[in-house]
């Protein structure tokens, strides 16, 4: 675009000389000398092209030209007749230059709007589909840095009572993730109509001589959560407009940040309630006492070796805490039985899968992959297990992952009717349970992680036998 621009404007400065010297000679020949009056008429092209650059070159051609028609062939120079056919030649081109200025800069001002606008909508887009705080923050602030408002960007948030940088452009990057050098203001002070940025910016040397603005960053409900620094160097103070641009980007950032947190503290809220659900179980179930953050931590981690995302993660850590929730209906004499259960007890033990899915069916936040940890985590790759006997790829594979764990654990731990395996014995027994009782791939993967160098050590450090020993 910007070269068919500058070809188009050479094409016209050309044209207009051209155009500008045939009159001339067509007036020469055959017209009276009051015509020449007209030939700035011709210049017209060059100066809308160009605007006032135009004026430069343009205004001491048209005057040699006028010069030349009025010294060749009879010299007939005098101020007046000059000024006659020169200066409303010269008003006309200068209002023609005005024109354009303004011309340009409304197309400019329009040009800048619609890439505000545009990044403004881009920006938006990145905010609401961001992972997490940071990634969110780390977005709006680029785009923020995109506008071309301020060359020098910080967002500040306070951690016990100190401004601290979480995110910066520019000169401020410097001091991502540390304190500012004042140490004095409150929370109170980025909402407040007082609050100047001086305050914040005292201490940091390159800022003698910025311009510098603030814009709070606001939850809903006017919940604050910190402030972004602009700033620039220079005494050129931010004009309203571009308060606004950045004001316009930094409440999207500030309500989808605080909504964002507020979903964060309402799913630790869920996952405080569920664990304390799942060791409420133990504090019944002896034989199980720390079952539950064992599986939990195992469960994780080879959901991660296998790939799964950040929310079935956090299903399947929701199933692993209620995975026995059902385990309360079932009566202590049952549950606590030293001795091995008959059938009639057995069937009444296995019943706790389907009491565990059917009390938690009534929880509306729970997703349906969390129940089903609870209800299939006792299926069998083979079929023959329980409730449904569900086999293979058709056991959801949150379940089948729970089951490995489950069964490493089972074996790791020591109960009252057993003791406490060798890390030999259970990966000889996993082995053995490949394609029977557990998923063969997902065997093979927590296999190779449990021996690898880091696994032996959580290993070692988890090991229930030595913990009950030292406590």
Do not use: C
Not at 141 to 158: D, E, S
């Amino acid at each position: 675009m910007r070269l068919y621009n500058t070809r188009t404007s050479r094409n016209q400065i050309l044209f207009s000389i051209l155009a500008l010297l045939a009159w001339g000679v067509v007036s020469f020949l055959y017209l009276p000398d009051t015509y020449q009056a007209f030939s700035f008429l011709f210049l017209m092209p060059w100066v809308w092209s160009r605007g006032f650059r135009s004026l430069r070159w343009a205004v001491p051609l048209l005057l040699i030209y006028t010069l030349l028609q009025h010294l060749y062939p009879r010299p007939n120079l005098s101020v007046d007749s000059l000024l006659v056919t020169m200066l409303p030649g010269l008003i006309a081109l200068g209002f023609v230059a005005w024109l354009r200025e303004r011309d340009r800069l409304k197309q400019k001002e329009l040009e800048d709007s619609l890439r505000h606008m545009h990044l403004l909508e881009e920006a938006s887009l990145s905010i609401s589909t961001a992972n997490d705080p940071l990634e969110l923050t780390e977005n709006a602030m680029a785009y923020l840095h995109n506008l071309g408002i301020a060359p020098h960007l910080a967002f500040v948030r306070f951690r016990e009572g100190k401004p601290v940088v979480v995110s910066a452009k520019g000169a401020l990057e410097r001091y991502r993730g540390r304190h500012l050098p004042q140490q004095k203001l409150s929370t109170h002070a980025s909402l407040t109509d007082s609050f100047t940025v001086g305050n914040y910016l005292e201490g940091i040397p390159e800022s003698v001589g910025w311009s510098t603005a603030a814009v709070p960053v606001s939850a809903r409900q006017k919940r604050p959560l910190g402030v972004v620094i602009l700033a620039r160097e220079g005494n050129k103070p931010f004009h309203s407009e571009e308060k606004a641009i950045a004001n316009s980007l930094i409440r999207v950032m500030g309500a989808q940040l605080g909504q964002m947190e507020a979903l964060k503290q309402l799913e630790d809220a869920y996952d405080g309630t569920l664990r304390a659900l799942g060791l409420a179980l133990e504090f019944r179930d002896h034989e199980t006492q720390g079952h539950t953050k064992r599986v939990v931590a195992w469960s994780d981690q080879l959901a991660q070796d296998v790939g799964l995302d950040a929310s079935m993660r956090k299903f399947l850590r929701w199933g692993a805490y209620l995975h026995d929730i059902g385990k309360l209906s079932i009566p202590d004499n049952i549950l606590r039985k030293p001795d091995k259960l008959n059938d009639e007890e057995w069937e009444i033990m296995k019943s706790h899968v389907v009491r565990g899915w059917e009390m938690l069916s009534r929880v509306p936040f729970l997703p349906q992959e969390t129940l089903e940890v609870v209800r299939h985590h006792h299926e069998n790759w083979d079929g023959s297990g329980y409730p449904d006997g569900l086999k293979g790829q058709d056991i959801p594979i949150l379940a089948r992952i729970f089951a490995v764990v489950d069964t490493f654990d089972a074996l790791y731990s020591p109960r009252p009717y057993k003791r406490a395996w060798k890390p030999a014995e259970i990966i000889e027994e996993l082995n053995r349970l490949k394609g029977k009782k557990l998923d063969p791939k997902l065997v093979d993967i927590f296999i190779k992680r449990i021996t690898s160098p880091s696994g032996k050590e959580v290993m070692e450090a988890a090991n229930p036998s030595k913990v009950s020993a030292k406590a």
